[in-house]
């Protein structure tokens, strides 16, 4: 199989990504003004085609429950150490080809090397157990439903029927190796 890898800024490829993210039921979740975020995209080489993107911004709850408890002008220097991954999302019939290890390779050094991030965090749904499984076969750590997370002195916001999970982008994560196609 064939494919690249490229990588975009929102306001450049957000618009082409929000599409095919919708013509799959998953809404517009990319943020076109956002400019701390970054997107990198799996597509085939010969048709163009994607098979899948990924999504991470600078995790802008933390800043703003920073501010909010007082640390003032600091709260941006400690939530840049944190980026969150909004959208990781392989088309159904593309899926366990590795693209969505390869998206979270890809989306983590970017994360740590061109933001110095130091940790990606995820938010999930309390009842998917898949993706829970997903993140933690990929070294994420999950909280448990209903437990706060706290990295670094830094209480990690929560989110209704929601669990965080995090992941140290110092760790890396083993790429797959594509057979090459016939």
Same mark, same amino acid.
């Given at each position: 199989? @064939?494919?690249?890898? $490229?990588?975009?800024? *929102?306001?450049?490829?957000?618009?082409?990504?929000? =599409?095919?993210?919708?013509?799959?039921?998953?809404? #517009? *979740?990319?943020?076109?003004? +956002? +400019?701390?975020?970054?997107?990198?995209?799996?597509?085939? =080489?010969?048709?163009?085609? %994607?098979? !899948?993107?990924?999504?991470?911004?600078?995790?802008?709850?933390?800043? /703003?429950?920073?501010?909010?408890?007082?640390?003032?002008?600091?709260? $941006?220097?400690?939530?840049?150490?944190?980026?969150?991954?909004?959208?990781?999302?392989?088309?159904?019939?593309?899926? !366990?080809? !590795? +693209?969505?290890? @390869? %998206? $979270?390779?890809?989306?983590?050094?970017?994360?740590?090397?061109?933001?110095?991030?130091?940790? %990606?965090?995820?938010?999930? +749904? /309390? /009842? =998917?157990?898949?993706?829970?499984?997903?993140?933690?076969?990929?070294?994420?750590?999950?909280? /448990?439903?209903? #437990?706060? $997370?706290?990295?670094?002195?830094?209480?990690?916001?929560?989110?209704?029927? #929601?669990?965080? !999970?995090?992941? =140290?982008? #110092?760790? *890396?994560?083993?790429?797959?190796?594509?057979? *090459?196609?016939?």
């Amino acid at each position: 199989m @064939n494919v690249t890898f $490229l990588r975009g800024a *929102p306001e450049y490829v957000g618009n082409h990504v929000n =599409d095919f993210l919708e013509r799959h039921g998953q809404g #517009r *979740p990319i943020d076109l003004g +956002h +400019h701390n975020g970054h997107i990198t995209a799996v597509v085939n =080489d010969k048709t163009g085609e %994607l098979y !899948g993107v990924a999504y991470a911004v600078t995790a802008v709850d933390i800043i /703003e429950t920073l501010i909010v408890n007082g640390w003032g002008p600091q709260a $941006l220097q400690v939530a840049n150490r944190f980026q969150s991954l909004e959208v990781l999302f392989v088309r159904p019939d593309q899926r !366990g080809n !590795g +693209h969505g290890t @390869n %998206l $979270l390779a890809s989306i983590s050094g970017h994360a740590l090397r061109d933001f110095g991030a130091k940790t %990606l965090l995820v938010k999930l +749904h /309390e /009842e =998917d157990t898949a993706a829970r499984g997903w993140c933690s076969n990929h070294q994420f750590d999950v909280t /448990e439903p209903g #437990r706060m $997370l706290i990295l670094d002195d830094v209480a990690i916001p929560r989110s209704a029927n #929601r669990v965080n !999970g995090w992941r =140290d982008l #110092r760790a *890396p994560v083993a790429w797959v190796d594509y057979a *090459p196609s016939a």
